[in-house]
């Protein structure tokens, strides 16, 4: 069982730079990855930046650039620098965790925190 909670949402102008934070607890040990999804109203939820325990990155087109997903592995922590926000980037943003046991796989989600940017 895995817990998370985020935290760095907030209201900021187009241009402007926001940090996410996402503290993992619980079976943290067998975490393989970790990563961010947002959901805009009417749109599907959808990938932003994911990292696994090596410290693969993967991102989506529309962050490319602006975005970096990192990790703190000693506080289990795992954070996303927003750089160049848009309107476009105003979401519910979703801390994900995917943990692989020998038992399956099991994916996790954080409460979400609003990320507004206006124009």
């Known amino acids: 069982q895995v817990q998370l909670v985020e935290s760095g949402g907030g209201l900021v102008q187009a241009g402007g730079s926001l940090r996410l934070s996402c503290a993992a607890s619980g079976s943290i040990f067998s975490i393989n990855s970790m990563g961010w999804y947002r959901q805009a109203p009417g749109k599907q939820r959808e990938l932003v930046a994911a990292i696994t325990s090596g410290g693969s990155t993967n991102y989506a087109d529309s962050v490319k650039g602006r975005f970096t997903i990192s990790r703190e592995n000693a506080k289990n922590t795992v954070y996303l620098q927003m750089n160049s926000l848009k309107p476009e980037d105003t979401a519910v943003y979703y801390c994900?965790?995917?943990?692989?046991?020998?038992?399956?796989?099991?994916?996790?989600w954080g409460q979400g925190t609003q990320v507004t940017v206006s124009s």
């Open positions: 994900n965790a995917d943990r692989t046991t020998v038992w399956g796989s099991y994916a996790y």
